[in-house]
């Protein structure tokens, strides 16, 4: 059964997009571009930078229907300036929104990362988007850590998996049930 989640999976990307945004709009640049004390070489930036050329590579390849997300541009300007970041997030946000018509299920190749370049995997526009999220996801959790690291409050929702947050929403349920049983 197949079911179009494209334009599921694309707010769930320009969602997260949206929060980069909303933090960086709180951060100066500093904070942006260096690492914590003991925490080099981990910064906002490269992590952000990263996380941007991992949606460029999947946009330049959905394209040419073939990925190769080893063969990103690696743009400094990304790492240091949050006024460039922020540009290239709304970029990728209206190609993201331009995708929504696509089904999900659409053929990609995707070339093996550190591997032969000649090799790639089938995969699809949906299941890319789904990566995308969770790799978003993670760095997004490393960029927590590190704002912490710099004495920086974030939402403890932010880096955070939907499926956890369900579940730590189903449990406070749970607890917030029995106590209303146990009255």
Request: with cysteine; charged share 25%.
């Amino acid at each position: 059964m197949n079911v179009n989640n494209s334009s599921e999976l694309i707010e769930t990307n320009i969602g997260l997009l949206q929060q980069a945004i909303a933090l960086l709009d709180r951060l100066d640049d500093s904070t942006f571009s260096t690492s914590p004390k003991g925490l080099e070489p981990h910064r906002v930036g490269s992590h952000l930078r990263h996380v941007l050329e991992f949606y460029d590579s999947f946009l330049r390849g959905q394209s040419a229907n073939c990925v190769d997300y080893d063969a990103r541009v690696r743009d400094q300007t990304l790492e240091t300036s949050r006024r460039a970041a922020t540009a290239r997030i709304l970029f990728i946000i209206d190609r993201l929104e331009e995708l929504s018509s696509i089904p999900d299920d659409t053929a990609l190749a995707v070339r093996v990362e550190n591997g032969d370049p000649d090799v790639s995997l089938r995969s699809s526009i949906g299941r890319e988007l789904q990566a995308l999220s969770s790799h978003t996801i993670h760095h997004f959790a490393l960029i927590s850590v590190t704002l912490r690291l710099h004495g920086v409050e974030v939402d403890p929702n932010f880096g955070m998996s939907p499926s956890t947050l369900r579940f730590q929403a189903a449990q406070r349920a749970e607890i917030e049930a029995r106590l209303v049983e146990a009255r």
